[in-house]
């Protein structure tokens, strides 16, 4: 299928889409991603795509397995999410109900919950973070291991003697653990 092929089929196909999104989506921006991605999906596998109105219909296919995935990847992210917010809460309430260790989180520089949070999270790598961020395994060591240390002092701070398992800093390896 050529550009101008394309073209014709997203022009004819893209507001009866989007609005097959809106009617399954939570938000309009949820229902914008699953066209984009939609159409993303479709200009990669153009030369499958079928002509004329089998292309409408191969879309709303397309369309109804990236909702699919959305809907999968946000329960998922809302189970690892509960978990957390469980653990935090148990490991330190305040007075008012909510967790210290979530408040002292909340303050970390950006940098720092970022990183805690794909590992805590995310369940990645040092290896798989450094590839989300573009730099080396060992700078990610380097800052992961300073995060955690002012993640810990700032706990200790607020009167958290022993953070929960997701938060406390895994022991560093020694060159005799390897051998």
């Known amino acids: 299928m050529g550009e101008d092929e394309f073209a014709d089929v997203?022009?004819?196909?893209?507001?009866?889409?989007?609005?097959?999104?809106?009617?399954?989506?939570?938000?309009?921006?949820?229902?914008?991603?699953?066209?984009?991605?939609?159409?993303?999906?479709?200009?990669?596998?153009?030369a499958e795509m079928p002509s004329g109105d089998e292309a409408r219909l191969w879309l709303y296919g397309v369309a109804r397995r990236v909702l699919g995935n959305q809907r999968r990847g946000a329960r998922r992210r809302g189970l690892k999410t509960a978990a957390l917010i469980a653990e935090l809460s148990v490991a330190a309430p305040s007075r008012d109900g909510s967790s210290?260790?979530?408040?002292?989180?909340?303050?970390?520089?950006?940098?720092?919950?970022?990183?805690l949070a794909l590992v805590a999270w995310e369940g990645l790598s040092t290896t798989e973070i450094a590839t989300v961020l573009g730099c080396s395994s060992n700078a990610?060591?380097?800052?992961?291991?300073?995060?955690?240390?002012?993640?810990?002092?700032?706990?200790?701070?607020?009167?958290?003697?022993?953070?929960?398992?997701?938060v406390r800093a895994r022991p560093v390896l020694q060159e005799s653990d390897l051998t």
């Open 10 to 46: 997203y022009a004819a196909t893209y507001k009866p889409l989007l609005g097959y999104a809106l009617r399954r989506c939570d938000s309009p921006e949820d229902a914008a991603d699953v066209v984009a991605e939609t159409f993303a999906i479709a200009w990669r596998r153009a």
């Open 100 to 115: 210290v260790v979530a408040d002292v989180f909340g303050r970390l520089p950006d940098r720092d919950r970022e990183l």
């Open 140 to 166: 990610v060591s380097i800052r992961l291991h300073r995060a955690r240390k002012r993640f810990a002092r700032a706990l200790r701070s607020a009167g958290v003697d022993r953070p929960p398992a997701a």
